[in-house]
């Protein structure tokens, strides 16, 4: 998001301020090479509009970040005319990293910030993404808890892996258990990747 008084419209993400700028370049991304697009939804789920008062935007605006991400990819096809499909990603970032900021009395952190994944992988779901990256999450527990967000509405999961786990779990630790959680694709600091016995980002 732009800062207070840089536009009358400051608060609203990129891809809604200059829906045909972000297009473009997405689809210039796919003309490049890529494969997958992580549809532009980090600041659309309820967390990050309740300090501009726009949350009732939540659903609109995140439909609208799939849809850009879905032009771009079949801009992209057609003037390619190879046939090949582009996986579009919704993302979910992690909602404590994000002051809850509301009135009146709350859950605790750990139950609120489940209430915010589970929502938000449900208008991902709802507007029609192939998958969810899952944002790299403080635990190897609360990894756990987005995955399973995203299981109930059968989307696959990719999931971010930070190259510094605070909760001093080793990297082995959380693949193994990822891996038994269904999880889609793992991506890796490149650090991890190089370090001596440890997975690649194939998919699990």
């Known amino acids: 998001m732009a800062a207070p008084g840089s536009s009358t419209r400051w608060f609203e993400p990129m891809h809604v301020r200059e829906h045909g700028r972000v297009r473009d370049e997405m689809t210039e991304q796919v003309l490049a090479g890529a494969d ?44 390619r005319d190879d046939g090949r499909v582009t996986t579009i990603l919704g993302v979910l970032p992690d909602p404590t990293a994000i002051d809850e900021e509301a009135t009146g009395r709350q859950p605790r952190p750990d139950a ?33 808890v987005a995955l399973r967000a995203v299981a109930e509405h059968g989307l696959p999961a990719w999931l971010v892996v930070p190259p510094m786990r605070p909760d001093g779990a080793p990297l082995n630790a959380w693949l193994d258990t990822l891996t038994a959680d269904g999880v889609a694709m793992v991506l890796l600091d490149p650090g991890d990747v190089a370090a001596p016995g440890t997975a690649s980002t194939e998919p699990t």
Do not use: C, K, N, Y
């Open 36 to 79: 997958v697009l992580v549809a532009p939804a980090w600041l659309t789920h309820r967390r990050a509009l309740i300090p501009v008062g726009e949350t009732r935007r939540v659903e609109e605006w995140t439909r609208l970040a799939v849809r850009v991400a879905r032009e771009a990819a079949e801009m992209a096809r057609e003037r």
């Open 112 to 144: 609120a910030a489940e209430r915010d994944e589970r929502a938000q992988a449900g208008v991902l779901a709802d507007a029609g993404v192939d998958g969810v990256l899952v944002e790299a999450r403080p635990s190897l527990d609360r990894s756990r």
